[in-house]
């Protein structure tokens, strides 16, 4: 298994499959929003508790499935895998609804690429075996200016950012980063299947109660709408569990460098499922820049090293 997961060709394609499930989210997110009849801060917010609580669930059931047995944590693990819920669902969907509520889907899903970068930047301050080279600092100035570019509005800063939309976007990326990271120190403990059910649960509900005390609702369910719900559920279950197995298994860098892919996901999808427009100048230079920090960064020859 461990030798399987190090394949560079299994890597690239199982990191793929994911950031092509997250890719989908951010159009999806937003005819959810229409779906469910989502207006408020508070019915945001209670969305995606709804969301990553059944992806919980979903998780926990696969879990017991394949590994033939009731997962459960050991006492040992709890306030780790508590910590990981709190920072990689309850804080970067926190900020990720609100935002995307905010900007366009082309225009968050770029934004979210960034997320990429913070990993690179904050793995060799927590982990020895991951080291800083200029090729992967080329490559992360190269996204940022791609991420600066999606944000300018012509003839300055102005119109082009919002606090609550791009703004929150970029912290959701930077929480993103980071939690890729923490992930990578905490994947010891657990088994992949039963660290993301248990901070699926805990950062999902949390989520769903301070939606549920910010006056949110959800309404307006129908096939079509719980439909996607359950989509959104899974690609969830899917993306993080494979994610959190290859971070298992591989240097942060290695994986996380994938991300860069997310932006053109979600711009093709955006444009095809709500129809937004992708040719202009500052989406395709910001995709150009970023693409090319992916190859940059990509083309780093990884340091296989063991972090325990």
């Not at 394949?66 to 804080?91: A, D, F, H």
């Not at 899903?109 to 090729?135: H, Q, Y």
């Amino acid at each position: 298994m461990e030798n399987f997961m190090k394949k560079t060709g299994v890597v690239a394609i199982l990191a793929l499959v994911c950031c092509a499930l997250w890719g989908s989210a951010f159009p999806c997110v937003k005819i959810g929003y229409d779906l469910f009849c989502i207006e408020t801060v508070g019915s945001q917010i209670l969305f995606a508790g709804y969301r990553f609580f059944l992806a919980g669930i979903f998780t926990w059931i696969l879990g017991c499935i394949v590994e033939k047995r009731i997962i459960t944590m050991k006492k040992s693990s709890v306030p780790y895998v508590l910590g990981q819920g709190l920072l990689q669902t309850t804080l970067q969907y926190f900020f990720f609804y609100i935002g995307l509520a905010n900007t366009t889907g082309a225009k968050g899903s770029v934004i979210n690429a960034s997320n990429a970068f913070v990993s690179i930047l904050v793995a060799p301050l927590l982990i020895k075996s991951e080291k800083m080279t200029w090729k992967k600092a080329v490559g992360c100035m190269l996204g940022f200016a791609g991420v600066i570019i999606i944000n300018i509005a012509p003839g300055a800063w102005g119109s082009g950012f919002r606090l609550t939309g791009e703004g929150f976007v970029f912290i959701c990326a930077v929480m993103y980063g980071t939690s890729s990271v923490t992930l990578k120190l905490i994947s010891h403990r657990e088994s992949p299947m039963t660290l993301t059910a248990y901070q699926l649960l805990f950062g999902g509900g949390i989520l769903a109660v301070i939606g549920f005390v910010a006056g949110g609702k959800v309404s307006g369910f129908t096939v079509q709408s719980t439909l996607l719900l359950v989509y959104l559920a899974l690609l969830t279950t899917v993306s993080f569990c494979i994610w959190t197995t290859l971070l298992k298994y591989n240097p942060v860098g290695k994986v996380t460098v994938f991300a860069f892919s997310i932006p053109v996901f979600g711009v093709a999808l955006s444009a095809i499922l709500l129809g937004e427009q992708i040719g202009s100048i500052k989406t395709l230079a910001a995709l150009l820049l970023v693409s090319i920090g992916i190859i940059i960064v990509n083309r780093d020859k990884p340091v296989l090293a063991n972090t325990k």
